[in-house]
């Protein structure tokens, strides 16, 4: 007689190994200085790109590739220091100062867009090698 009872190794199906293509990691790397450019360029997206920016800096600073995450975070460091800062300034134009937000929106502007171009680039002229995850990984968060 058999007493063995199957445990959850035992049904489990072996799990083979995720590629992760080079195309596909640099994509991902590109997503937040894309995203930047957006944002700056269309000024209400910028409320809004703060905080879906959160959510892609989350996703892919730990990313499989570690090009992807040294990628992410510059771009992150970027976007919140410019933001950051001009926001920390807006505290001090008068109220219908109009002239002073648009100059400072330029401002803006033309600080990330060139660097945010660079890095793009530099993410698109980068050598993208597959990158294979072990089974025991856990990539559903990553593209």
């Known amino acids: 007689m058999n007493d063995h009872i199957p445990s959850a190794d035992d049904t489990a199906t072996p799990r083979s190994a995720q590629v992760i ?5 640099r994509n991902t790397a ?3 200085d894309i995203g ?3 944002a700056i360029v269309i000024v209400p997206l910028v409320i809004l790109w703060t905080g879906a920016s959160m959510l892609v800096f989350a996703m892919n600073r730990h990313h499989p590739n570690p090009k992807v995450g ?4 510059w771009a992150a460091y970027r976007f919140y220091g410019v933001v950051g800062f001009f926001t920390a ?10 002239i002073f937000y648009i100059l400072a ?6 600080v990330l867009i060139p660097w945010s171009v660079r890095d793009l680039m530099r993410i698109y002229r ?3 090698q597959d990158v294979e995850v072990p089974p ?7 593209s």
């Open 126 to 128: 980068d050598d993208w």
């Open 30 to 32: 590109a997503m937040m």
């Open 105 to 110: 929106w330029i401002l803006a502007m033309a």
């Open 36 to 38: 930047n450019i957006v």
């Open 136 to 142: 025991d990984h856990d990539t559903r968060h990553h």
């Open 21 to 25: 293509s080079g195309k596909s990691a």
């Open 70 to 73: 040294y990628y992410t975070q």
């Open 89 to 98: 300034v807006a505290v001090f134009i008068p109220l219908g100062g109009w």
